[in-house]
């Protein structure tokens, strides 16, 4: 007998022993089942990072991290946050920290830790198993005075490659910082772009940035420039490796807080949450392409969609930043902006900047253009008093279930369902864990319906100074379609 002939049944012996098939007999030809659907599982590791809470000595953070609970995920894994400080080396060879600032606890239950001043390094965190469908950590910061002073927040987010920042900028009142966290063992390199009301802004400290393994890199934005800009727009590509990355936008006036990246550039965009009683909205809008966009813009309010009077259209002109003033948009009601071509679409990315209160209690927030919630969004960290949930529905009515967990300290976790007109914006009465100790989350859940959009405000008093965050809620990814698979040995033979 040949060699080869000896080799190829030696080997299907293997594979059957280790596939469990049942003979090592050759398979005679059979006609092909057609593959079904593609089965909606758990996924079983997830990552997230969160940026340098605050450079302020007065500054107090607090972390909340929480796991909904997820069918199928099983009871086994677990989640851990680890420094990633400046210059890297955050983790030991087993990826622990000696003692991590927030220890997250089994799906269902929020957990929380604190820190203070300025000494906080930016985190990465896995979850794995149970824990990680749906894994979220919010990182809230109350700062009492200074630069930036009121409530600044952020939701950690997934590593990726390609981020957009509209509604940065290096204005005189302005101390912009991009925070660049990487995950991995090796170095990640990144470009980071900078986008003026004239274009592209003449720079080659951006050009080839290294974030160090498991480290992070706070680059102040007027030291990447030559001109002073009011409306800026941030793009960072990632040549090698992967990162986090947000921009921390701090106001000698308006305060401060985190600007997350916006949803990629598309012709139609949803800014979702402006509170109702926000004093001044600022839309910051760039697009990425040769070809110049019209947009048309409208609230969709309680009641329905309408055309501000005082800015129904906006022209972008191509690779230029665009800044758009809508004064008191909401006028004492739930809003979110909704942007659609006039004509063809172009892509487009965009955000709110937004803000709350009179003289110098004024404070600000921003709200990205945001994706929809397809199956599951979650906002950690919300209190007693002072959490607002809007619910937009852009396009036909959704109904939608909101759950309230169990607190981080003891309580409950309840349910409603909410129904959402097309074309209207809601800030509903979120449940609240009843006998609610310490924090909790919120869940979102479309049910049935169009296009569901979702955001987070929360309110919190800081000295005099109307302070608040926003967070839009986007997808948690909690599942992942897997293909259905067969085995076929048949191509031992091909």
């Known amino acids: 007998m040949k060699r080869t002939t000896l080799s190829l049944i030696a080997g299907t012996a293997a594979l059957a022993a280790l596939t469990g098939f049942a003979s090592v007999a050759a398979p005679g030809p059979a006609a092909p089942e057609a593959a079904g659907p593609a089965a909606r599982l758990p996924v079983e590791r997830s990552s997230l990072l969160c940026p340098a809470p605050s450079g302020s000595d007065l500054a107090e953070t607090a972390y909340t991290s929480f796991t909904p609970v997820t069918p ?5 894994g677990g989640a851990r946050l680890t420094a990633a400080p400046v210059g890297g080396g955050g983790t030991g060879k087993d990826g622990k920290a000696a003692k991590p600032v927030v220890q997250p606890q089994a799906p269902g239950k929020p957990a929380t830790g604190e820190v203070s001043g300025p000494g906080a390094t930016a985190l990465a965190g896995i979850a794995e198993g149970g824990s990680a469908p749906g894994w979220t950590v919010q990182q809230t910061t109350e700062v009492a005075a200074g630069t930036g002073r009121g409530l600044l927040g952020v939701a950690c987010t997934a590593p990726d490659t390609d981020f957009w920042f509209p509604g940065a900028s290096t204005s005189a009142d302005r101390t912009d910082y991009v925070h660049l966290t990487n995950p991995d063992g090796s170095a990640a390199v990144v470009d980071i772009e900078l986008y003026g009301k004239d274009g592209a802004v003449k720079s080659t400290v951006g050009e080839g940035v290294t974030v160090p393994p498991h480290g992070s890199q706070a680059l102040l934005l007027s030291t990447l420039g030559e001109t002073k ?41 949803v800014l979702p949450g402006i509170p109702k009683d926000a004093t001044a909205v600022r839309l910051v809008l760039f697009t990425p392409g040769g070809t110049d966009a019209d947009l048309k813009v409208r609230l969709a309010a309680p009641s329905g969609s309408i055309t501000p009077a005082q800015q129904q259209t906006v022209h972008v002109k191509a690779g230029m ?39 110098d209690g004024r404070e600000s927030a921003f709200i990205p253009a945001a994706t929809p919630v397809a199956a599951r969004a979650t906002a950690a960290d919300n209190r007693a008093k002072g959490t607002t949930l809007s619910l937009t529905a852009p396009e036909g009515t959704a109904q939608v279930k909101v759950t309230a967990s169990a607190g981080s300290g003891g309580g409950t976790a309840a349910s409603k369902t909410y129904t959402v007109k097309g074309g209207t914006t809601q800030d509903v009465e979120a449940p609240v ?62």
């Not at 990355?245 to 965009?269: H, R």
């Not at 006028?331 to 003289?359: D, I």
């Not at 049935?448 to 990814?477: H, I, K, M």
Request: aromatic letters at 2%.
């Open 72 to 76: 199928g995920a099983g009871d086994k």
């Open 229 to 269: 800009e009011d409306d800026l727009t941030v793009h960072i590509g990632v040549r090698s490796g992967r990162v986090g990355a947000a921009v921390q936008a701090l106001d000698a006036k308006l305060g401060g807080d985190w600007l997350t990246a916006a949803a990629p550039p598309a012709g139609s965009l």
């Open 321 to 359: 930043t665009t800044g758009v003033e809508l004064g008191d948009l909401t006028r004492g009601e739930a809003g979110s902006l909704l942007l659609t071509p006039t004509g063809g679409a172009v892509p487009v990315v965009a955000a709110l900047r937004v803000v709350r209160g009179k003289g």
């Open 433 to 494: 864990p009843a006998g609610l100790k310490g924090t909790y989350a919120l869940t979102v859940e479309p049910v049935s319906g169009g296009p569901l959009y979702a955001a987070r405000t929360l309110a919190v008093p800081v000295g005099d100074a109307a302070a608040f965050t926003v967070q839009v809620l986007p997808d948690d990814r909690g599942m992942v379609a897997v293909p259905r698979a067969e085995q076929d040995l048949s191509v031992l033979q091909r």
